[in-house]
């Protein structure tokens, strides 16, 4: 009798993980798949999108399921998974999460926000929306958003164990770490038990999201030989607003007295900068803003501030996008992508 | 790690344990039962986790080998070269390029005849770079002399590891041993994989390390290893390397057999899959071997007789099962993840076929494709579409296209790359704000620059939209020491994090001419763009505007692997900088210890536990060890004093031009390995020039000038409040560690008070 709830034509049973560098979706991934496979007696694999990805950008973890009679011998990305988990929302605006998400797949998504706003933000017609706060509950455990994401996984696979996952938890943290113990158990148990789901109606026949296997931008009539590049700079188009977890530094212009510290140790080059005039007519460089398009949130920058013109914020949806004051680069009319 | 105990009743198999681990862990496992005398080392992705996990079993002390961080890979092959040539036992782990950068002594161990056994996790060679998995660096092992296996899976890795030194070390092989398996596919991707629960099982399978060859071991049995030969003797020492290497594919077969008998598991020469009635087959290597199975299945099942051959062994090659493995089969398509450009098919294709040309009955057609190259995935429906082909050179009694690539698309004349800002070169990058003069007198530069809010209008050499962690340390340093220098920089990034994260194609976020080179010669090769430029120039072949300063970057493993490079450069005097951004390991690879990592610190492969805290050894002194090869200007500096660094670029761009070369380095934060807040990137830099750790000094001509005194300024701290921030010294601050801190502090002050001393004495 097969305990996994669905299958594809292989045999597997797939989710994936996604996630920025950092919040611990590997690990999150490996647990998962090493309960299944060593608790239950199942097959599975494991592994991430592999490039030289820094913490903060865009990563994925792969779990495959099967009957112990089945082999793995595939090695390739899952594309068409049965369940999606998204650890940081802010992943939407790069990455289409739920490509190729079955039909009647289950997203399991860390967000504090209500079912329909997530749905409408994920482009879901239809299938199970799953949300839980991690954040929140790492938060007020001082624990990490992988375990509450991970409870909330195990309730979603309801053919593992939790018990097994306590028992990881207790080996791991009991030893080096005996205080960590509790907080752990009750954050994985949070997310487990805190976890909602609402069921979005699949009409019959329904087919799951359209994924597309992303095309190099440059082929071999196109990329100039030896893989030389002429378009200088052209990272500037790249959105890393994603890498933040949950803060940016906050400007406050009347209190800057602009002596550069900010922009001394920024390393993304977000503070803008233009000439003007000070108080007796001088050409003087004046600080406008913070560009946070490319802010990632390290908050180096309030640590240098000598006044308060600079200060943490809690990262709310649209503050950065309606507080941004753009980099003013020399763009090539025409060359803009 | 979480493990499942589960008894084999089967008569003879030595009792095993499941496990959920990937080929690196597999193979880091095997050699830690074997038990390894020696392992010399140096990182590369996607080899390198094999000594961290080595190393963490060592903190562990579930072993005892005797792991040696290389200089480079080519010292890592003369550390395992000299310590087989003991007798003793070594392992290695290596991947492209590395493996590439040690191939000169390749032939010189086999040809010497001293057995030893190295994982080659295969990946693309550069260039240009690419991480992942294909086999163009196995390509390159084929020639060697060496003993080639090839492991399919992470449980293929494990048995081929242990049946690999006995093959290694039988009487009639003696011939060092690779087992390669695929980058990522095989060596990240975690599946179930069983191991022996009692190491001894291993160890005696393995049998007892042969100590009766001519060893260099007992010094009274003296011996001569690598005496010179002439062609009359060459040739037979090769005759019987080539011998060995024949032989060794019948011990292959002894000791898969035996082995089976021990494991349950089986490695036959090629692992044929449904190949006893195939019409039309594929021939791959490794993981993608597996991946096609299961297209055999679905081909199967639509009543198309298709099968798999993939060869457990390599070298020797298996040309008589081949043979008979396609006696009937019509045609057969060799995929292959390398090329052997110009040969009209890459290497296996032509082995294929050569197998074939000595069966004068066989018609199997042969076609070639190359596929996959730098880790392209393979999917389900790119095994079909091979299949397809083959099936069609069946049906039509030839091949359309015996031989292509397989994967390229031509590309969207619409989507070139275009310029999407102004180029920004000379004037942009003159403020005139930047004052920098030789005082006659004191044989000094004098150096004047503005507050620096008026340079927040010169604009930064680097754009944003780099992909480097939040908080990363680099670009601060970086664009602080660009903003003393006026005008053009054209600069070569060595392979590292700074290069890593700008250059990700099609994106790159240098504003100003950049180029790459590997990490061991960077700074030759920007000597000879520098001297090209000059050589154009004085032929009036090109305009170059007169204050453009050539600029190596490098972070501190490339002054380890491109010591050499870097030191040759300084003596010959080229007129650039080298200017180094020191994050104490090699955090590209993902944290492994460099020789700049200080005493006691924690990295991947100095881990910190019962056997072991940290870096075994103290920091390097690369500022000293660049000074001492007398070029006119060497400086140390840091984004906590910006205008200290400002200056120093004004001084080193000024010596680049008028004098010869210049040296910097800066102390910069890795907050993710490092293990500190994002947020306190400067603060830690700050606290460890302020406890003397990194002193802010400059050697001008020859002298020495202490730019920034803490205890001056009364700011010297311990090195203990320095610490106290990063994750990876916390240990050192327990009161068990205390010996190891007393040692770190003793070692600084040291260093410090001569610094102190060559600073009160010009002549020093």
């Keep these: ?337 | 790690m979480s493990i499942l105990e589960e008894k084999l009743s089967t008569q003879g198999i030595a009792e095993q344990i499941s496990t959920f681990e990937s080929g690196n862990e597999m193979a880091a496992t095997a050699a830690a039962q074997i038990n390894y005398h020696i392992m010399g080392y140096f990182p590369i992705t996607p080899s390198t986790e094999v000594a961290q996990f080595l190393d963490q079993m060592k903190t562990r002390g579930e072993h005892d080998i005797k792991l040696i961080p290389a200089d480079g890979e080519h010292g890592s092959a003369g550390i395992c070269y000299g310590a087989a040539a003991t007798g003793a036992r070594v392992i290695n782990a290596t991947s492209a390029n590395g493996f590439l950068y040690m191939l000169e002594q390749m032939p010189v161990q086999s040809g010497t005849r001293f057995p030893m056994v190295m994982n080659l996790v295969t990946r693309a060679v550069s260039g240009p770079l690419d991480i992942r998995g294909d086999h163009s660096d196995l390509y390159y092992a084929l020639n060697t002399g060496w003993v080639i296996l090839t492991a399919k899976t992470p449980q293929a890795v494990y048995d081929m590891n242990i049946m690999a030194l006995k093959i290694a070390e039988h009487s009639k092989v003696r011939l060092p041993v690779i087992v390669a398996y695929d980058g990522f596919f095989t060596s990240h991707q975690k599946r179930r994989v069983e191991y022996f629960k009692d190491r001894s099982v291993v160890q005696k399978f393995v049998g007892e390390c042969p100590t009766d060859y001519n060893f260099v071991r007992d010094l009274r049995k003296p011996v001569t290893v690598g005496a010179h030969m002439s062609g009359d003797d060459f040739i037979n020492n090769h005759f019987q390397q080539s011998e060995a290497m024949y032989n060794a594919g019948e011990v292959f077969k002894e000791v898969a057999e035996e082995y089976a008998k021990l494991s349950g598991r089986e490695y036959p020469v090629l692992d044929l899959y449904k190949m006893e009635d195939a019409d039309v087959a594929l021939f791959l290597l490794n993981s993608a071997a597996e991946s096609a199975k299961d297209v055999v299945d679905q081909l199967r099942e639509k009543g198309v007789k298709a099968g798999v051959i993939s060869p457990n062994i390599i070298r020797p090659f298996p040309a008589k099962e081949i043979r008979e493995a396609l006696k009937n089969v019509k045609s057969v398509l060799v995929g292959e993840r390398a090329d052997s450009y110009g040969a009209h098919g890459p290497n296996l294709t032509h082995e294929v076929k050569s197998a074939l040309q000595d069966d004068k009955d066989n018609k199997t057609m042969v076609l070639s494709r190359v596929f996959g190259l730098g880790g392209k995935d393979f999917y389900a429906d790119d095994a079909h579409a091979f299949f397809e082909m083959a099936i069609d050179a069946m049906e039509k009694g030839y091949a359309e296209k015996p031989f292509d690539y397989y994967g390229h698309i031509p590309g969207n004349p619409e989507n070139v790359l275009k310029p999407v800002i102004l180029p920004q070169s000379g004037e942009v990058f003159k403020t005139g704000l930047i004052d920098v003069k030789m005082d006659e007198e004191t044989n000094k530069l004098k150096v004047k620059i503005p507050p620096l809010r008026a340079l927040t209008g010169k604009p930064k050499r680097i754009a944003s939209g780099h992909g480097a962690c939040p908080g990363c340390g680099i670009f601060a340093g970086l664009e602080l020491f660009f903003k003393g220098i006026e005008g053009d920089i054209v600069t070569l990034f060595q392979t590292g994090c700074a290069y890593v994260t700008t250059t990700g194609y099609p994106s790159t976020s240098h504003k100003q001419t950049m180029m790459h080179n590997l990490f061991q010669n960077g700074a030759a090769t920007l000597s000879g763009t520098l001297e090209a430029f000059m050589e154009l120039k004085r032929r009036g072949e090109i305009e170059v505007s007169d204050d453009a300063t050539f600029v190596m970057i490098t972070g501190d493993g490339g002054m380890d692997i491109g010591m050499g490079s870097a030191i040759g450069t300084a003596l010959r005097g080229h007129k650039l900088i080298m200017l180094e951004y020191d994050n104490e390991g090699y955090m590209n690879t993902g944290s492994q210890m460099s020789y700049s990592t200080p005493i006691g610190h924690m990295t991947s492969t100095s881990g910190v536990g019962k056997e072991q805290r940290g870096k075994a050894f103290h920091h390097k002194d690369t500022a000293q060890i660049m000074a001492s090869t007398n070029i006119p200007y060497v400086f140390t500096g840091s984004e906590a004093f910006p205008q200290d660094l400002v200056k120093k670029g004004a001084k080193a761009q000024w010596y680049a031009q008028n004098v010869g070369t210049v040296y910097g380095k800066l102390l910069i934060t890795c907050p993710l390995n490092w293990k500190s807040d994002d947020r306190y990137g400067t603060k830690i830099v700050e606290a460890a020039v302020n406890s003397c750790f990194f002193p802010l000094y400059e050697v001008e001509q020859g002298v020495t000038t202490i730019t920034y005194n803490p205890e001056e300024k009364n700011k010297r701290i311990a090195l203990a409040d320095w610490l106290v921030y990063m994750g990876k010294t916390k240990h050192l601050l327990k009161d068990e560690n205390k010996h190891i801190l007393a040692d770190f502090e003793e070692e600084v002050e040291k260093r410090w008070l001569r610094l102190k001393a060559k600073h009160e004495n010009p002549m020093l």
């Design chain 1, 1 to 337: 009798m097969s305990i996994l709830p669905k299958k594809n034509e292989l045999g597997f049973f797939e989710i994936r993980l996604e996630s920025i560098g950092g919040l611990g979706a590997n690990l999150a991934g490996k647990m998962l798949a090493e309960a299944g496979v060593l608790s239950l007696g199942l097959r599975g694999s494991n592994f991430s999108s592999y490039g030289s990805e820094k913490k903060g950008s865009p990563v994925k973890s792969f779990i495959r399921f099967c009957e112990p009679d089945v082999e793995i011998r595939d090695h390739s990305p899952i594309e068409q998974p049965h369940i999606v988990g998204v650890f940081h929302e802010a992943l939407y605006r790069t990455v289409n999460v739920v490509s190729g998400l079955d039909a009647g797949g289950i997203v399991l998504v860390n967000t504090e926000r209500e079912f329909d706003e997530v749905k409408k933000d994920l482009q879901l017609e239809y299938g199970t929306l799953a949300i839980v706060d991690a954040l929140s509950i790492a938060v007020e455990e001082k624990t990490k958003v992988n375990t509450a994401m991970l409870g909330a996984l195990y309730r979603i696979c309801d053919f593992l164990d939790p018990e097994s996952m306590r028992d990881v938890i207790r080996k791991t943290f009991t030893k080096k770490y005996p205080h960590l113990v509790e907080p752990n158990i009750r954050t994985f148990d949070r997310g487990y038990n805190e976890v909602k789901f609402k069921t979005y109606e699949v009409p019959v026949g329904a087919e799951g999201k359209a994924f597309t296997r992303s095309l190099p931008r440059l082929g071999y009539m196109t990329q100039e030989i030896g893989g030389v590049m002429v378009s200088q700079a052209n990272s500037i188009f790249k959105d890393l607003s994603g890498s933040r977890q949950g803060f940016l530094p906050e400007f406050q212009q009347e209190k800057c007295i602009h002596c550069a510290a900010c922009d001394n140790v920024c390393p993304d080059f977000c503070f803008v900068w233009e000439e003007g005039e000070d108080k007796r007519g001088r050409k003087q460089m004046f600080l406008k803003g913070i560009d946070y398009q490319y802010c990632k949130g390290c908050l180096k920058c309030v640590e240098s501030c000598p006044t308060d013109a600079l200060g943490d914020l809690r990262e709310l949806l649209g503050y950065a996008d309606e507080n941004r004051v753009k980099q003013n680069f020399p763009y090539v009319a025409g060359g803009i992508q």
